[in-house]
């Protein structure tokens, strides 16, 4: 499985910006897609961003026009740039990564947005 590390969370208040940037390890190659998911309290874990080895880019109705997602295959990394942050998009996020080979996933451990005034 490819490991995952996620950095770049933290508070922020309404209509402020934050960068969150996760980096794998091992060829990228072998990675078909990475994106990130969240997690609030009490909610099931929801598809934020989705970016494929062919640059094909998904977003969940709540996010588009605010979250850009991207991907550096060189570095083997995938960032999400969170704009127009609004309370209602705290909650962890994570990073996460599906083999071109096995089908499997792989996540990392979270990381915590909170938007608060």
């Known amino acids: 499985q490819v490991q995952l590390v996620e950095s770049g969370g933290g508070l922020v208040q309404p209509g402020g910006s934050l960068r969150l940037s996760c980096a794998a390890s091992?060829?990228?190659?072998?990675?078909?897609?990475m994106g990130w998911y969240r997690q609030a309290p009490g909610k099931q874990r929801e598809l934020v961003a989705v970016i494929t080895s062919g640059e094909v880019i998904n977003y969940a109705d709540s996010v588009k026009g605010r979250f850009t997602i991207s991907r550096d295959s060189a570095k083997n990394t995938v960032s999400l740039q969170m704009n127009s942050l609004k309370p209602e998009d705290t909650a962890v996020y994570y990073c996460n990564a599906l083999s071109r080979w096995s089908g499997s996933q792989s996540w990392g451990q979270g990381t915590q947005v909170t938007v608060s005034s």
């Open positions: 091992g060829s990228s190659i072998s990675i078909r897609a």
